[in-house]
């Protein structure tokens, strides 16, 4: 048996490159300070992007990526936690306003917005973006007895 070689390891890329700090080089060299905030609530889940203006997606969450499951990932707790996270990784990459545009039924869509203003940031303006059907499906045919 050898003798065991022991690699020394430097501190300067330690932490550095780890969480959160991956996103200050990339998105702080773009320059985006203002964002599109893609708010999804269905029953069941919470899921909001944040996009550039050309509709790119920068950085997204929902309440399943953060632990929740089963009914809590529908609950407007967890919309707000997803919020907060998408909140702090949007600070670290410099976005300081933010136009929202909402989508979908769930009880997560208000506190998902609530939470991204107590967070600081400005928000322009709120579009809905739910469909909404202007006919709604075929009929079933009439039943033959």
Known sequence: MGKKRIIQKSDSSGEAGKGFGAFRPRLSKKGITEAIACVFST????????????????????????????????TPYAATKVAEFIAEKAKMAGIKSLKAMVKGVGAGRDAALRALVAKGFEIESIRDVTPIPHNGPKPSKPRRV
């Open 43 to 74: 029953y069941n889940n919470t899921i909001i992007s944040l996009t550039d203006r050309n509709g790119d997606v920068i950085m997204s969450s929902s309440a399943g990526s953060l632990g929740f499951s089963g009914a809590k990932k529908g």
